[in-house]
Nanobody, 121 residues
Framework: VQLQASGGGLVQAGGSLRLSCAGSGRTLGYYNMGWFRQAPGKEREFVARIRWSGDNTNYADSVKGRFTISRDNAKNTVYLQMNTLKPEDTAVYYC???????????????WGQGTQVTVSS
């Protein structure tokens, strides 16, 4: 499956953004989906995941209560709603697809190209 992430941008602290991840080639309904992020000089880290059915989601502690992952399998798209953004959320955000349901990036087989999120203080 090919993934295309979009929706990043520059926002002030406290603001919101919604990232989208559109799938092509195969239906995303076959996959568990995750969002990861990588800040400059840091390793890629898990942000959120959602089961293929949409009935199970998990978040990193750093974003819990502020970010929401969701999916619309009919539109072949996964979303990451990000509220109350902080400067430390600044990173390139990647969506990824996996047959497994995990938080480790090595479990994910297909990756989008990434979208930059910059939060100013």
């Amino acid at each position: 499956v090919q993934l295309q992430a979009s929706g990043g941008g520059l926002v002030q602290a406290g603001g919101s953004l919604r990232l989208s991840c559109a799938g092509s080639g195969r239906t995303l309904g076959y996959y568990n989906m995750g969002w990861f992020r990588q800040a400059p000089g840091k390793e890629r880290e898990f942000v959120a995941r959602i089961r293929w059915s949409g009935d199970n989601t998990n978040y990193a502690d750093s974003v819990k209560g502020r970010f929401t992952i969701s999916r619309d399998n009919a539109k072949n798209t996964v979303y990451l709603q990000m509220n109350t953004l902080k400067p430390e959320d600044t990173a390139v955000y990647y969506c990824a697809a996996s047959r497994a349901f995990g938080t480790t990036s090595t479990l994910y087989d297909s990756w989008g190209q990434g979208t930059q999120v910059t939060v100013s203080s």
